[in-house]
């Protein structure tokens, strides 16, 4: 007999949507403030190179990924969901917390970039088992008819992380005055991570163990080896072609989020402020995007609406950064027609992320749910994704083409979209309630 779906789901989904919303802030204060942190934890004789290595540092936090992704979900197959998400965001608020503490480059030289690079790399391990435990506890839940618009409430996370990081930053920004804020307020929106991260805590204690890793733990159905079950095994493929899905959305996801901020700020050359209440404003009009394009998966399927997505973004980037250009110049700001750009990539980040955390729970059984979904979503976003910020500024700073710049973010979505279209199959009618473990076709 299958396991009964909860009544009590939709708490569920708020508490573990509201760690995760504080999770994500952590990790993107960081990327917020680079240009703060290139000047306080860097020698300063060239500028941009800081400013390089502080967007270099904060995508080596995407890179480790991974492999918080690979111990973590060992660890969430093994003693379960609830009680490992608990510690990787515990790790997030401890790391993040303490980068307001260290001292910079002026007080001890270099030893604060090494320090500055330990606490990114906690981080990025931490972050790396989060988003596998809070969409499989998450999936684990909920209706399997209605899957794909409950998990994309979760999906909305990551991109209110970013305004909630953007709104700290403005309020600081505001209060203290930039003069005080880039002497040392810059602080601040790391020291708020310790009370965001205790609250979250508070809450995630109050939720129990997923009823279905209980059924399978009583049962005694629990994998011995997560990693072997998963990697060493026919379920290789299915985490490769999953890792195909997840590149593009992640370069979608950063192209059309984060480097919307970088521009502004380094090709367009507007204030700090002005970028955050532009981009800031295109992100809560287009966060409700996530939960339509989930929902709109569990009635077409997840694969059009992943795919449509890609083929979008492969399509409009270029012309869209042109014309994000043309009306943000400095002196000359169009901020309806350049948060209305901003929104339209952020409805491209809709369609290939608000249905992908149900497709992946669906193309993997239980028993591996985990670390199969943990893996390939921290390879696609901390490595495909991740690089974006990275590749697109030195791409830039090298040529001064946001041709140039834009290479990466259209070809790799590209790609991906012709791969999946023949590799990734339709998932949406997968009962995860029952028994039976996915096949690809």
Known sequence: MAVQVPKDFRRVIVAASVGNIIEWYDFYIFGSLAAVLSVKFFEQSHPVAAL????????AGFLIRPLGAFLFGWMGDRVGRKYTFLITLSGMGLGTGAIGLIPTYEAIGLTAAFLLFGLRMIQGLCLGGEYGGAITYVAEHVPDERRGYYTGWLQTSPTLGIVVSLAVIIATRTYFGNEVFEAWAWRVPFL????????????RLQLQETPIFAEIKAKGQMTRNPWKEAFLSSNIKFVGIATIVLIGQGVVWY?????????LQQVSKVDALNSAYIVGAALLLATP?????????????????????????????????LW??????????????????????????????????????????????????SVPYHIGNGWGGGLVPFVT????????????????????????????????????KVSIWEPVEPRAG
């Open 52 to 59: 390089l290595s502080t967007i270099a540092l904060f995508t």
């Open 255 to 263: 192209s059309g989020q984060f480097w919307a901020l970088y521009f």
């Open 393 to 428: 500024s030195a791409a830039f700073a090298a040529t001064g083409s946001v041709g140039y710049a834009l290479i990466y973010p259209i070809v790799v979505p590209a790609v991906c979209f012709l791969l999946a279209l023949y590799l990734m199959p339709e998932t949406h």
């Open 289 to 321: 995007s996530l939960i339509f394009f989930g929902w709109l998966s569990d009635i077409i399927g997840r694969k059009p609406v992943i795919l449509g997505g890609m083929l979008l973004a492969a399509i409009t980037y270029y012309p869209l950064y």
């Open 324 to 373: 994000l250009g043309t009306v943000t110049q400095p002196d000359n700001i169009n901020y309806p027609t350049a948060i209305f750009i901003i929104f339209i990539l952020v409805c491209y980040v809709g369609m290939v992320y608000g249905p992908v955390g149900a497709f992946l729970a669906e193309y993997f059984p239980g028993r591996i749910r985990y670390t199969s979904v």
């Open 192 to 203: 708020v991570s310790f009370l965001l991260v205790g609250i979250a805590i508070y809450i």
